[in-house]
């Protein structure tokens, strides 16, 4: 079978690494892809938001199966489009419809899905130009802190937690008046949870679901948590603190209300659900649903399952995952990120890469490369993803972090702490 693997990060390299070991995988095309992910497939530098240019790239390349890995070209409705091409509407696509993706494309609609299906989420309102005054009355009166969110896509930049209320007001203003463009034009004003973070994941044909590891990401720049928020510099999982009762109590308050939900709301959902969730007082919280995989839990997760992915891809599109059933690794997974200098603000790219053959117990995925003459370089931010996976959760974070020191690049950074709080 000819698959296409839409996407250039290390969510995709992990992916790439794992359906390219399919016997049901002859042919793996990426699109973009990056420095890396050429050694499980055909590297094809197409734009995965120009549908066109992917139509093309599918009729060329005889492509038989589509897997969409980032939210931007679900939440643009690629699934709708193949739907509607005579020439692409026999082809499965791993990915929901646009009228699935909303779930991450609109943090309001997310919300009030939430309630409308009791599902345990932060108190909420949203706000508009329209109702911009009534917003500022609110926000005089709301506890501390203050959580902002933008509605839409904001490149993981759309969300505020603050401190005093007249700053709150004035953010509201800014991200009413433009501050993260169309993402920003209804505001979401949330309730603070108190507690510690992780994610789960399932795959879900739109009837049955099967559930992936958890994992729990670092957002932070600095050690032990400190600095700007990034779109992740390391993850682990299994997560030490995530016991069977308490994922057990997620399935049950959780994933089942979401998937019957999309049932009675009519929304035909094929593909991952990610569930950003927060332990107050032991019990789960939605923070957050993302319409795919996140990233860089994705390398952590992906490499524990023992399955052919293939198979199981195949199985959700034919909506036959209730024949599935997962085995996961009882190994620990650690993910330590290798970004570049000056990230998450001005970085430079360009830089060669020296050291990956010299790592030991990992695997290196490829975020922010690509491949110049022979020569890997750093190409954005998030630049490799370091992860390896041990009988021990210590063994497998003191690996990765030794072997993320063993690559180099001008400027390079990771953190030495990632998974070491949960020891």
């Given amino acids: 079978m000819n698959i296409l693997l839409l996407g250039s990060g290390g969510r995709e390299s992990a992916l790439a690494w794992k359906m390219s070991q399919s016997p049901l995988c002859s042919n793996l095309v990426i699109a973009p892809?990056?420095?890396?992910?050429?050694?499980?497939?055909?590297?094809?530098?197409?734009?995965?938001?120009?549908?066109?240019?992917?139509?093309?790239?599918?009729?060329?390349e005889q492509i038989e199966f589509v897997v969409v890995g980032p939210e931007e070209p679900l939440v643009n409705g690629i699934?709708?489009?193949?739907?509607?091409?005579?020439?692409?509407?026999?082809?499965?696509?791993?990915?929901?419809?646009?009228?699935g993706a909303i779930l991450e494309g609109s943090k309001d609609f997310s919300k009030q899905f939430m309630v409308r299906h009791g599902i345990p989420a932060a108190g909420s309102r949203s706000f508009t130009k329209d109702n911009l005054e009534e917003g500022l009355t609110y926000l005089e009166?709301?506890?501390?802190?203050?959580?902002?969110?933008?509605?839409?896509?904001?490149?993981?930049?759309?969300?505020?937690?603050?401190?005093?209320?007249?700053?709150?007001?004035?953010?509201?203003?800014?991200?009413?008046?433009?501050k993260f463009g169309d993402a920003g034009t209804t505001v979401v004003v949330e309730e603070f949870l108190s507690g510690i973070e992780l994610s789960v994941f399932v795959l879900t044909d739109g009837d049955n679901y099967v559930i992936l590891p958890e994992?729990?990401?670092?957002?932070?720049?600095?050690?032990?948590?400190?600095?700007?928020?990034?779109?992740?510099?390391?993850?682990?999982?299994?997560?030490?603190?995530?016991?069977?009762?308490f994922l057990k109590e997620v399935e049950q308050t959780i994933i089942v209300p979401t998937i019957e939900g999309l049932k009675k709301d009519e929304i035909d959902y094929t593909g991952f659900i990610?569930?950003?969730?927060?332990?107050?007082?032991?019990?789960?919280?939605?923070?957050?649903?993302?319409?795919?995989?996140?990233?860089?839990?994705?390398?952590?997760?992906?490499?524990?399952?023992?399955?052919d992915l293939v198979e199981v891809f195949v199985a959700a599109a034919q909506k036959r995952l209730k024949d599935v059933t997962l085995t996961i690794s009882p190994k620990n997974a650690a993910t330590v990120m290798i970004v570049a200098g000056g990230y998450p603000g001005d970085y430079e790219k360009g830089k060669a890469i020296t050291g990956i053959e010299n790592i030991r117990k990992s695997i290196a995925f490829h975020a922010g490369t690509?491949?110049?003459?022979?020569?890997?370089?750093?190409?954005?931010?998030?630049?490799?993803?370091?992860?390896?996976?041990?009988?021990?959760?210590?063994?497998?974070?003191?690996?990765?972090?030794?072997?993320?020191?063993?690559?180099?690049?001008?400027?390079k950074y990771f953190r030495e702490d990632i998974g070491f709080d949960l020891m």
């Fill in 141 to 178: 009166h709301h506890a501390l802190p203050i959580v902002l969110k933008a509605d839409g896509l904001a490149a993981g930049k759309g969300v505020l937690i603050l401190e005093d209320r007249k700053e709150a007001q004035e953010e509201l203003q800014l991200m009413l008046s433009g």
């Fill in 79 to 99: 699934h709708d489009f193949f739907l509607a091409d005579e020439q692409l509407a026999h082809i499965p696509v791993i990915g929901p419809k646009k009228e």
């Fill in 370 to 411: 690509l491949a110049d003459g022979g020569v890997i370089k750093s190409n954005g931010g998030r630049v490799l993803a370091v992860t390896s996976i041990q009988d021990t959760f210590f063994e497998a974070l003191q690996s990765a972090t030794a072997d993320a020191a063993r690559i180099y690049f001008d400027g």
């Fill in 33 to 60: 892809g990056n420095g890396g992910t050429a050694a499980y497939g055909k590297n094809i530098n197409v734009n995965p938001n120009d549908f066109e240019a992917v139509k093309a790239l599918v009729i060329k």
């Fill in 274 to 307: 990610f569930f950003g969730l927060i332990k107050v007082d032991g019990k789960p919280f939605v923070i957050e649903y993302n319409c795919r995989m996140g990233d860089p839990e994705t390398e952590s997760v992906i490499p524990r399952i023992e399955n």
């Fill in 215 to 245: 994992a729990k990401d670092y957002k932070r720049i600095g050690q032990a948590d400190t600095g700007l928020n990034t779109g992740g510099m390391g993850s682990v999982s299994p997560v030490p603190f995530a016991t069977p009762e």
